[in-house]
């Protein structure tokens, strides 16, 4: 397995102000590995970044609130987004990686914890797809608590799955633009098959990780377009996040650069209280 880089330790503070009770809704905490072991399967390994390292980026950044989402070098074992979301209680939700293996009262406790959601990885370098008998069991278990779906997919494999995401009756995240590539444009398959998705009243995106989706690189400003065509398409159901500490990317970007995109994904001040406010507010249930 490879070792992989931390952030930028070094965060700019952005020009960009963020407005009250915004959120971060696509981060993770890894660790401390001494408290919370990765798991043995793990595809990589990473620098611990705690809790504390991700509310000092946010005290940084002008961020209130957060939305942690369990990464796969945890596995299953979602201790390490728990202890998170326990030390700031009401700030902090998540997002869990489970299996059909979870109880209804184990799961009840997580969502007691503020978990609202289980993310699916189908990327390929991240292990690749889940068994779809699990996949729908899971669906089914986690629509009695009124959460979502997270799903992780590579652009390749957006126009192959949109029949699954069609058929899905609870909400559904797309994370990171569906990872298309910036340099194929916005008539690439993936981005209409995605935008096509976006008709759903149950689908969301995340219009975050213009690090993955940049192929020019730093200031990743050729991921713009994306970012502004899906708040178009979808304005009550963009994200925005981090994904700090920024796992297995090309160019590890400072995070103040990022949020200084934020201007080119949504041209005014109604449209930004929308992606980093309002909607995550209603997704995950931040008290207005």
């Given at each position: 397995?490879?070792?992989i880089?931390?952030p930028?330790p ?5 020009d960009?102000k963020m ?7 696509h981060?993770?905490?890894f660790g401390p590995?001494t408290k919370?072991?990765y ?12 809790r504390?390292g991700?509310?000092a980026?946010?005290a940084?950044?002008g961020?209130?609130r957060a939305?942690?989402v369990?990464?796969?070098?945890h596995g299953?074992d979602?201790?390490?987004t728990?202890?998170?979301l326990?030390?700031?209680p009401g700030r902090?939700?998540?997002v869990?990686v489970?299996d ?10 997580m969502h007691?914890?503020g978990i609202?959601?289980a993310?699916?990885?189908?990327v390929q ?8 008998a699990?996949?729908d069991?899971v669906?089914a ?6 959460w979502?779906l ?8 957006i126009?192959e799955l949109?029949?699954?995401?069609r058929a899905l009756?609870?909400?559904f995240v797309i994370?990171h633009?569906?990872r ?6 916005l008539e690439?398959p993936?981005?209409?098959a995605?935008l096509?998705l ?10 975050c990780?213009?690090?993955r989706?940049?192929t ?9 377009p994306?970012?502004?065509?899906l708040?178009?398409a979808?304005p ?11 796992p297995?990317?090309?160019w590890m970007?400072?995070?103040g650069?990022?949020?200084d ?9 109604a449209?930004r209280q ?8 209603a997704?995950?249930g931040?008290?207005?």
């Open positions: 397995m490879k070792q880089t931390g930028d070094k965060t700019r503070t952005p960009f407005p009250a009770n915004a959120c971060d809704a981060c993770h905490v590995e919370f072991p798991a043995a399967d793990r595809s990589y390994t990473p620098p611990d970044a705690p504390e991700l509310a980026l946010h940084k950044l961020i209130a939305v942690i369990h990464a796969s070098c299953t979602n201790s390490a728990l202890d998170a326990a030390w700031a902090w939700r998540g869990a489970i059909d293996g979870f109880t209804d009262e184990q799961l009840a406790d007691a914890t609202r959601g993310r699916f990885n189908f370098h991240l292990g690749g797809r889940p068994e779809p699990v996949f069991r669906v278990q986690i629509a009695t608590l009124g979502h997270v799903l992780h997919l590579d652009a390749k494999d126009e949109a029949p699954m995401c009756k609870i909400p994370d633009m569906g298309v590539v910036a340099d194929k444009g690439q993936a981005f209409k995605l096509a976006m008709d759903l009243p149950n689908a969301w995106v995340k219009i990780g213009s690090e989706v940049s020019a690189g730093p200031p990743f400003t050729d991921a713009a994306f970012a502004r065509a708040a178009k979808a009550d159901r963009v994200l925005w996040g981090t994904d700090w500490p920024h297995n990317v090309r970007p400072n995070d650069d990022l949020v995109l934020i201007p080119l994904f949504a041209d005014d001040a449209s929308r992606l980093l406010v309002d909607n995550p507010q997704l995950y931040f008290s207005a």
